[in-house]
Structures are given as structure tokens and as C-alpha cells.
């Protein structure tokens, strides 16, 4: 299991757990990030920033910091 931080551009993977305070795993829930559902990263802003996240047909802007606190796993896991 690894940070969706880390995750590479294109990779394609599964969320395995969201480990946040209530209020941002309610804001993240609403904005689509559930366990199980599927994932991958389209692109990285540059000096740690802003990543912009695929779930479905749906692109979200996610913080580096926020992105740190959702667990995944690729199918190399």
C-alpha cells in the first residue's frame, strides 16, 4: 500500500483508505473519494504543488498534503 502522493502520472489504482480528520474525509467522500473506487493521477503541478486526480469521468484538484492522507493500491501491491 502506498501515499496517493506517490503515485506516478498514468498510473492506474484502487483506494484502499482515506486516514483524515472528519471534516476533510466528509469533504473528501463528497467530491468522490470512497474506498474501492478506482483512480490515477493526470498531472503534477510544479514545487509540490496542486494534483490533479481521475475518478471515473470526474478531475479534482487535490493538495499535495491532502493526496498524502489517502492510502492505494496499484496492482504491483
Given amino acids: 500500500m502506498q501515499l496517493l502522493?506517490?503515485?506516478k502520472i498514468g498510473q492506474p489504482a484502487v483506494i484502499a483508505a482515506i486516514e483524515a480528520e472528519e471534516s476533510l474525509f466528509h469533504r473528501l467522500s463528497a467530491l468522490?473519494?470512497?474506498v474501492g473506487k478506482p483512480?490515477?493521477?493526470i498531472r503534477r503541478a510544479n514545487f509540490n504543488g496542486p494534483i490533479q486526480?481521475?475518478?471515473g469521468?470526474?478531475?479534482v484538484?487535490?493538495?499535495s498534503?491532502?493526496?498524502a492522507r489517502i492510502r492505494i493500491n496499484t496492482h504491483s501491491d
Fill in 53 to 55: 486526480v481521475r475518478l
Fill in 5 to 7: 502522493s506517490q503515485l
Fill in 39 to 41: 483512480l490515477s493521477i
Fill in 32 to 34: 468522490g473519494f470512497r
Fill in 65 to 67: 498534503t491532502e493526496a
Fill in 57 to 59: 469521468t470526474t478531475d
Fill in 61 to 63: 484538484m487535490l493538495r
